[in-house]
C-alpha cells in the first residue's frame, strides 16, 4: 500500500456542493427575518365553557366563522350536525347548541344522575312513539300474535325452590 504525502491531497467542491451551501445561507437569512411568534391566550368557549390557548389570529378567524363567537372545536361540530340535521342556517344552529349547552351546564353539571334519568325518558318517549307509529292503525284488528296471561317466574322459581329442598 503506498502513502501519498498530505500535502498533495486536495478538497474538491462540486458546483452542487456550492449551490447547497448558499442555499442554506439564503435560508438561515430568511428564517432570521420571520416575524416572532404570536403569544397565545386563553379562549373561552360561548357555548360549553371549555378554555383552550389560542393565538390571537385563531380566535379572530372563528368568531367571524361563528357570527362573533368564539366556540371550540367541539361544539363547531356540533353546530356543523345540527346545521346538517335541521337544515336551518348558521344562527338557528348556533342559537339550539348554546341553549342545549346552556341546560345541561345549569342542570346536568349539577344533578348528573337526574340528567341521565332525563335523557333516557326523552328516549323512551322517542321510542315510544316510533313503535305506535309502526303498529296497527285505529280500527283495524289485530291479526295473530300470543296473548300473555300471566308470568312464568313464578313457575321458573316454584321449581327451583323444590330442586333445592330434594
Same mark, same amino acid.
Given at each position: 500500500?503506498?502513502?501519498?504525502? /498530505?500535502?498533495?491531497?486536495? &478538497?474538491?467542491? %462540486?458546483?452542487?456542493?456550492?449551490?447547497?451551501?448558499?442555499?442554506?445561507?439564503?435560508?438561515?437569512?430568511?428564517?432570521?427575518?420571520?416575524?416572532?411568534? %404570536?403569544?397565545?391566550?386563553?379562549?373561552?368557549?360561548?357555548?360549553? $365553557?371549555?378554555?383552550?390557548?389560542?393565538?390571537?389570529?385563531?380566535?379572530? &378567524?372563528?368568531?367571524? /366563522?361563528?357570527?362573533?363567537?368564539?366556540?371550540?372545536?367541539?361544539? %363547531?361540530?356540533?353546530?356543523?350536525?345540527?346545521? #346538517? /340535521?335541521?337544515?336551518?342556517?348558521?344562527?338557528?344552529?348556533?342559537?339550539?347548541?348554546?341553549?342545549?349547552?346552556?341546560?345541561?351546564?345549569?342542570? +346536568? &353539571?349539577?344533578?348528573?344522575?337526574?340528567?341521565?334519568?332525563?335523557?333516557?325518558?326523552?328516549?323512551?318517549? &322517542?321510542?315510544?312513539?316510533?313503535?305506535?307509529?309502526?303498529?296497527?292503525?285505529? +280500527? #283495524?284488528?289485530?291479526?295473530? +300474535?300470543?296473548?300473555?296471561?300471566?308470568?312464568?317466574?313464578?313457575?321458573?322459581?316454584?321449581?327451583?325452590?323444590?330442586? $333445592?329442598?330434594?
Amino acid at each position: 500500500m503506498m502513502m501519498t504525502p /498530505k500535502n498533495n491531497i486536495q &478538497r474538491t467542491v %462540486s458546483d452542487i456542493s456550492f449551490e447547497l451551501m448558499s442555499k442554506e445561507a439564503i435560508d438561515h437569512q430568511e428564517a432570521a427575518a420571520l416575524p416572532p411568534i %404570536s403569544e397565545v391566550e386563553d379562549a373561552k368557549c360561548e357555548c360549553c $365553557g371549555m378554555s383552550e390557548e389560542c393565538t390571537p389570529e385563531y380566535i379572530d &378567524r372563528i368568531r367571524s /366563522k361563528f357570527l362573533g363567537k368564539w366556540i371550540c372545536g367541539l361544539c %363547531s361540530e356540533a353546530v356543523k350536525e345540527e346545521m #346538517a /340535521k335541521q337544515n336551518n342556517g348558521l344562527e338557528a344552529a348556533l342559537t339550539a347548541h348554546m341553549s342545549a349547552c346552556a341546560r345541561f351546564n345549569k342542570f +346536568g &353539571r349539577a344533578y348528573p344522575v337526574l340528567s341521565q334519568a332525563e335523557a333516557m325518558r326523552e328516549l323512551l318517549k &322517542r321510542s315510544t312513539r316510533r313503535a305506535q307509529s309502526f303498529g296497527p292503525k285505529s +280500527g #283495524a284488528q289485530k291479526v295473530g +300474535g300470543l296473548a300473555r296471561s300471566s308470568s312464568c317466574i313464578p313457575a321458573i322459581t316454584r321449581d327451583l325452590h323444590r330442586a $333445592g329442598h330434594n
